[in-house]
T-cell receptor, first 113, second 109 residues
Framework: KAGVTQTPRYLIKTRGQQVTLSCSPI?????VSWYQQTPGQGLQFLFEYFSETQRNKGNFPGRFSGRQFSNSRSEMNVSTLELGDSALYLC????????????FGPGTRLTVL | QQPVQSPQAVILREGEDAVINCSSSKALYSVHWYRQKHGEAPVFLMILLKGGEQKGHDKISASFNEKKQQSSLYLTASQLSYSGTYFCGTEGGSEKLVFGKGTKLTVNP
């Protein structure tokens, strides 16, 4: 099976702009989770989508949003970018059952100037 | 609530052993362990479930003390390939998987 794919891999934006990141999960996986990784904070959970519904949400401002499509592909959107949003954004998919293994994609490296 | 990992970093020589600890202030029903090499995505190592047995994979094993809300990852006879950052992720109550800040392990020849 193909792994989790994320596009784009690298992105440079300026403050105030918005950005959309895309994630394609492993075939058959219905759960997609998003994480923000920074050197100081480690892996921070953003949100999880399951069957097109947001199932869990982390402690991030409303500028961070996401959605999931019927084919389980997911997008994450960040509006009004701030310098502190510079990070590696990781997407992980799992079949969806509780305590399921998370399979991570390679991530999108976002730099905000 | 984010679990606390210790130590933050450890340097070993090949063949030495290491223990990485993960503790939470909340009651847990599962602990996940992942390893991330520089520039790569985190890779799943193992899950420990409440009431489950100690897990092991090759020379890497882990335990889960439910009463203390603690888990430990044991790396025996470390190899160069073990180098990376190890993350524990915990689940408890309605909280989705929350990761610690990671432990950077360096194995030198």
């Amino acid at each position: 099976k193909a792994g989790v794919t994320q596009t784009p891999r690298y992105l440079i934006k300026t403050r105030g702009q918005q950005v959309t990141l895309s994630c394609s999960p492993i075939s058959g996986h219905r759960s997609v989770s998003w994480y923000q990784q920074t050197p100081g904070q480690g892996l921070q959970f953003l949100f999880e989508y399951f069957s097109e519904t947001q199932r869990n949400k982390g402690n991030f401002p409303g500028r961070f949003s996401g959605r999931q499509f019927s084919n389980s592909r997911s997008e994450m959107n960040v509006s009004t970018l701030e310098l502190g949003d510079s990070a590696l954004y990781l997407c992980a998919s799992s079949p969806g059952q509780p305590s399921g293994t998370q399979y991570f994609g390679p991530g999108t490296r976002l730099t905000v100037l | 609530q984010q679990p606390v990992q210790s130590p933050q970093a450890v340097i070993l020589r090949e063949g030495e052993d290491a223990v990485i600890n993960c503790s939470s202030s909340k009651a847990l029903y599962s602990v996940h362990w992942y390893r991330q090499k520089h520039g790569e995505a985190p890779v799943f190592l193992m899950i420990l479930l409440k009431g489950g047995e100690q897990k092991g994979h090759d020379k890497i094993s882990a335990s889960f003390n439910e009463k203390k809300q603690q888990s430990s990852l044991y790396l025996t006879a470390s190899q160069l390939s073990y180098s990376g950052t190890y993350f524990c992720g915990t689940e408890g109550g309605s909280e989705k998987l929350v990761f610690g800040k990671g432990t950077k392990l360096t194995v030198n020849p």
